[in-house]
């Protein structure tokens, strides 16, 4: 973790032994530092849930708001002061359920921000209930005989709503993800970052991958690059069972909003 | 001038830089006032959000960046608003809310005045907490009330609510602008003070996002720092109890009113569009042993105003509910208290008022 960005003081961190979002939190403060932006004109904003706790632990100004309202405060810190950095941290509960009308309607003004979706495919905070991300089959509390609705592909919902940047990783592709986020950062206008990554107690602990590193090694194993995919595979060809797109899905400059004007 | 265009010139006035909002009847046309003024003035922004809940969440997030921000709405809207009004209680976010009531509940009456909220400001987001309301009654008190909100937002850095209904919303009079509002901005938070550590008058002092002070804002029951502490029984019940007492201990600062006739015997307290109808009979029909009190603050309820009559027999409230404001007066009183409910979107006739005075003779 950065030191100099880091709240020691906060420490211990409520995040279980083996959780993703220690990583993902690493990668986007790397990134951050690496913008060179003031620490005082960065600010991090977030909802509810294990995700939603990472600004928390962040030596900035944040904003640990109320669940699935992050970007709406974060259109209003960043519409108001446009100088200031804006970076959010969400889960997909956060951001697809309850969070879900904000998310497309900040795509579509295309607001100069950067989102980060801790993506575990579950609540974690309320102990395991199915999230809009959670795949068919798969148990939680909620869905005790395996989820029966189909899941939300994020990137998908962030591309057709107007972002301008929107790139898929997982907590296993660290250098990928933090020169994603960066890219996210400097680019203007709305930026989605999505991050598949490991929730070994409330997903894991019901779906088989009981150990960290056994969701870490599904991760890996099915992920397909997306440069790789368009280059190798069949027109028309379906992704295997279960696998993935990873990469950078989008990048383009739509008019945005909230981009300072001596920019 | 219209009522709602006066919220909005007041807001303007007092150097509002944030509008985020969602069209409803009858509040829309603060809405569209301040998408018409708001681009011309630098560093302003107008916005409209994608619902209530986004414009709540808006209007908190400007704020912190030290921006005068403002939403308005009505009925459907506001309940929309109540889980982030909240959250301006507990993070002491100021900003300033206009309601103008309708008919409720649910979608009602949309085009017909109400005072059906007046409970629902107070207790309508979960948990205990106290929160600031006006109550205008004129097109001229939603100017001056509005402007005056923002100060007291930020004063005691809570948010404040103007809650005026379709009648005074809707209605056009003249007014007069002042060249310029009293503008008090909140303290500033001291070198080297915690950003939750409240003043002498329970309040903290304030540091805008982006000036280094590094600020943790939660909604979670948080320490001094901003630090999260949610499952320690006494910090909740220190923090919480100064969240009320730095507003309730200073309810005879906040109050606003006016009185007629402190030697009545039959006294109305009134808010709003009824203070006309009182006025009419007090003032012109001259009903004898008749008086008022015109709160233009409800919230903090000010309750030592109603000392201020020592010959009183009974306290009458005309209200555009079925007597909301009418038992808080009642609990804070020993001689009868007479609600005069009127709900439907009407307002009350002078005769109502004249027969209500007649009854209440009677009943005493
Ligand atoms: C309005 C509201 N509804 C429900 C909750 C309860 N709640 C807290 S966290 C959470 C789910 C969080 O899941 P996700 O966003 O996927 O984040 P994770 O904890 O998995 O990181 C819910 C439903 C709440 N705090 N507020
Ligand atoms: S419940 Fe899951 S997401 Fe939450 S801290 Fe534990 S491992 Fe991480």
Redesign the pocket.
Known sequence: MRDDWFREDRLPHIYCAGCG?GTIMNCVLEAVERTGWDQKKTIFVS???????APGYILTDSLHT???RAIAFATGVKMANPSLHVVVF??????A???GNHFIHACRRNIDITVVC?????????GG?G?P?TPIGKTSTTTPYGADEAPFDLAELAIAAGANYVARWTSFHVKQLTESVLTGLNTPGFSLIEVRCQ?PT?YGRRNKYREPVDYMTYLKSHAVLKEKWERTAAPGAELPADSFLVGEFVRRQRPVMGVPDEA | MQGNIASAEGALAAGCTFFGGYPITPSTEVAEHMAARMPKIKGACFIQMEDEIASMAAIIGAAWTGARSMTATSGPGFSLMM?NIGYAVMTETPCVIVNIQRGGPSTGQPTMAAQGDMMQVKFGSHGDYSIIALAPSSVQECFDLTAKAFNLADRFRTPVFLMADEVIGHMREKIEIPDSVEIVRPKTLAEGALPFAPGPDGVPGFAAFGTGRHIPVTGLTHDERGYPDTTNPARHESLVRRLISKIEDARHDIADYAIVNEEAEYVFVCYGAPVRTVREVVERFRIPDTGYLQLRIVWPFPEDLLSRFPKVKAFIVPEMNLGMMAREIERHVSVPVIPVSKIGGDLHTPEELVEAVRVAGGLL
Not at chain 1, 47 to 53: H, L, N, T, Y
Not at chain 1, 90 to 95: E, I, N, Q, R, V
């Open positions: 979002n909802g509810i849930g294990c995700s939603s706790r109320t669940h699935g969400t889960g997909d509960g956060d951001l359920a309850i969070g801790m993506n575990n495919h579950i609540y974690g905070m309320t209930q999230s991300t929730c409330s | 889980e």
